[in-house]
């Protein structure tokens, strides 16, 4: 009996016989439980204005920008399960101070060890399972592997979005208290991971500050290039949305608050549950360089009506850009690991974070301003114009590169 359970668990779930394929969809379930998603617009906005809440939130993002490339050199160059373990203590510690915050200090700080503990995990957690498949020659399975932890993190979403909605209605720091519990598992959790290729032990400076400039040097690769500006591009536009202020401005601009943010954004992640889960057959099908620009054209669109004043009829171009990050991060990394060595994989993915956020610091403190100014719809709007030419222009580049193969 438990044998035929433990038979049908690996047929649904992939390689999860392995232990840090199995740790790895439980950390990715317990950092999907985003109790403060759909009420962190309210709750910082208790404590100051959306334009200092948007300088504050830029600060914290150079703070994560210059973490995560030293981060990501020191998974590859320590190990990679140090680095999560880290990473893992930092940010329980960083929610408990967001949920206990008298002030608008507490949640910078709370913030900044947040911060940089995401980028300690950054790239590190994947590369290390990656590695993990590799050792056993079943690589070829990552991408199932991906596509699953997509679905595990959008279900942990689904129900940790609900749950935080109604819980703010309940108590204002209800969700931030369960955020923080969650963090605290998921540090106890990180201790089970097992790294099987062991990293170097040197510990030079020089050598470190060396391999900081590797993670440049492997996104120039000339396989990866055709995939670098619109796989930025899409970064770019998903971190705005999912992390600055455009997914509350633009689900408040089409009249939806607290528990209809809960709701709407738990309909969207059953949905993308499932688009995620062709990701294989999808790509397969329509291939990585055009998937791309594609999907940057679909956010693109998105933002431009996101900015129209379209009533309950705008939550349709919320779910664009929703389902066009959801099932192009995992692309996207699926793309790198694939492209890149097994040594080089964590530093190329947190210099891959590192150039998405450099632009966004500027950005967001532009939309911060746009929320208490009155003018966050036309912000919207350009930002969907630029991306539908930065889609074009993809294509176009796309277009030549095979012209000069074919030549």
Do not use: C
Request: proline residues 3%.
């Amino acid at each position: 009996m438990h044998a035929t359970i433990i038979l049908d668990m690996k047929l649904v779930i992939p390689q999860v016989q392995r232990r840090n394929v199995l740790l790895f969809y439980l950390l990715t379930a317990f950092y999907s439980l985003w109790f403060v998603e759909a009420v962190w617009y309210f709750y910082w906005s208790k404590f100051a204005s959306y334009t200092v809440i948007g300088l504050m939130f830029s600060v914290l993002t150079i703070v994560w920008i210059v973490a995560e490339i030293p981060t990501g050199a020191f998974a590859d160059r320590y190990g990679r399960k140090l680095s999560v373990n880290i990473g893992a203590f930092l940010q329980a510690i960083g929610a408990v101070l967001l949920a206990a915050a008298p002030n608008i200090w507490w949640l910078f700080l709370g913030g900044f060890l947040e911060n940089i503990g995401r980028a300690f995990i950054s790239g590190s957690l994947e590369a290390l399972v990656f590695d993990d498949l590799k050792a056993d020659k079943s690589n070829q399975e990552f991408d199932k592997v991906m596509a699953f932890k997509a679905q595990v993190a959008l279900i942990a979403f689904t129900t940790g979005v609900l749950i935080g909605g109604f819980a703010f209605l309940i108590y204002f720091r209800l969700p931030h208290i369960l955020q923080a519990s969650q963090m605290i598992l998921a540090f106890l959790v990180s201790f089970g991971l097992k790294e099987r290729l062991r990293p170097s032990n040197g510990k030079s400076l020089k050598n470190v500050l060396k391999q900081n400039l590797v993670g440049f040097q492997q996104l120039g690769k000339i396989t990866l290039r055709p995939f670098l500006l619109p796989a930025l591009t899409l970064m770019l536009l998903f971190f705005l949305y999912d992390w600055g202020f455009s997914k509350p401005a633009l689900a408040v601009h089409f009249g939806l608050y607290s528990r209809g943010q809960a709701i709407l954004y738990a309909a969207m992640a059953v949905i993308a549950v499932g688009a995620v889960g062709l990701l294989p057959k999808i790509r397969r099908k329509v291939g990585d360089t055009i998937a791309l620009p594609l999907l940057v054209a679909v956010a693109g669109l998105g933002f431009v009506l996101g900015g129209l004043p379209l009533g309950l009829m705008g939550i349709g171009t919320i779910l664009a850009i929703d389902l066009s990050g959801n099932i192009g991060e995992p692309w996207i990394s699926i793309i790198v690991n694939k492209h890149l060595e097994s040594q080089y994989r964590a530093t190329s993915l947190s210099t891959l974070q590192f150039l998405v956020r450099v632009p966004f610091i500027f950005i967001n403190i532009i939309a911060g301003r746009a929320i208490d100014a009155g003018w966050i719809n036309s912000f919207h709007i350009i930002i969907g114009i630029s991306a539908l030419a930065l889609a074009l222009i993809s294509l176009k580049i796309r277009k030549i590169a095979t012209e000069v193969r074919q030549n």
